[in-house]
């Protein structure tokens, strides 16, 4: 009944059962799996304590002479989750590799797995930046997972992101593609708002803007319908992206509040937020809101690791700053954004 509820996510019940299990000496299930699931379910939930605790006693099995092999790759496996849910990306990247490595050792190891660990050595590869090496392992993971699943279908989606990033368009455009046909095919509501969301804004560039706007309006009315008042704030927040970026103002004034009204102050969207409305009130002439929404801005970028966001606003208040004749202060704000960027690439394994 256990293992039934971590499969449909039901994770907290699941915890109270599973504590229940683990606390019995004696059952039909191995401690070690009780273990494993527990972990699962408060990965899930981002409890992270809670997951380390579980983990360090599942390290004294695995450490022991007679250790289940696949048993401790899947605790690396984990101890790679927990790493990234802490934001220590070398740690996690280290952990994922020699799950991956450990796992070359086996024998007949079932292909979902294998795809499993590859997709999260490509979402922690991408996590530091390393785009190149994060689409290699895309293309890997979808190798080995042949099916039309919806997982596919996200996996043709990140591709899609990551060679856009890159500026091979043409590559991202057909993943892009792919990605549409199958979301039209298998996925489930909420997955198929959250797939077109994130398809909208990567074809922004190549759409006429009051087309995508509108196609973002049907969407946040969708969110608002069913109460998901903050998917529907992140929505409004890149309306007012797209409409400060083609020159309408006052809409992006407008969408910018309705986004500020439904996230909460501690939304990582909510930098993108206030940059909107500092470029509004600089436009406004308004430079008292305009630094101030500008400071905001870069606060929430540093504090949620937001790094080409972060440089882009710094560079823009730097720009501004310049033209006002305060030079120093842009020079300041610059030395501090290249110790928060040195900072963060030490924290990521990547010393200048």
Known sequence: MALSMVRSKEYYAAIQLLNALVAVDQHRMPKEILLLELTRCHVELGNVLEAENSLAHMCQTC?????????????????GKVAELKNEYPIALFHTSRAWNE?????????????????????????????????????????????????????????AEVYDRQKK?????????????????????????????????????????????QKLLNLSEQHEQIGDKSKAGKIFADIALICSENGAIDESWAYAE?????????????????????????????????????DNAIKIFERHGKFAELVEVTLHMCRYLSDKGEHREAFE????????MAGQLEQRGIVL
């Open 63 to 79: 450490n022991t002479e007679k250790r289940d092999d696949f048993l401790f790759v899947e605790v690396l496996l984990l101890l």
């Open 103 to 159: 796992l070359q050792k086996e024998g007949e190891i079932d292909i979902d797995f294998r795809a499993k660990i590859l997709m999260q050595l490509a979402n922690l590869h991408e996590r530091v930046g390393k785009i190149e090496e994060a689409a290699e392992y895309y293309e890997k993971a979808l190798l080995l997972n042949q099916g039309n699943g919806t997982e596919r279908g996200k996996t043709f989606l990140r591709l």
């Open 169 to 213: 368009y043409e590559l991202a455009e057909e993943y892009a593609t792919k990605a549409t046909v199958l979301m039209e095919e298998q996925a489930n509501v909420e997955q198929h708002r959250e797939m077109l969301h994130r398809l909208i804004m990567l074809q922004g560039e190549k759409s006429d803007w009051n087309v995508s706007v």
């Open 258 to 294: 309705k986004a500020r009204m439904s996230l909460s102050d501690t939304s990582p969207k909510m930098g993108q937020v206030h940059r909107v409305l500092s470029f509004v009130y600089f436009h406004r002439g308004d430079e008292e809101k305009g630094n101030r929404h500008l």
């Open 333 to 340: 704000r610059m030395e501090r954004l290249h110790t928060y």
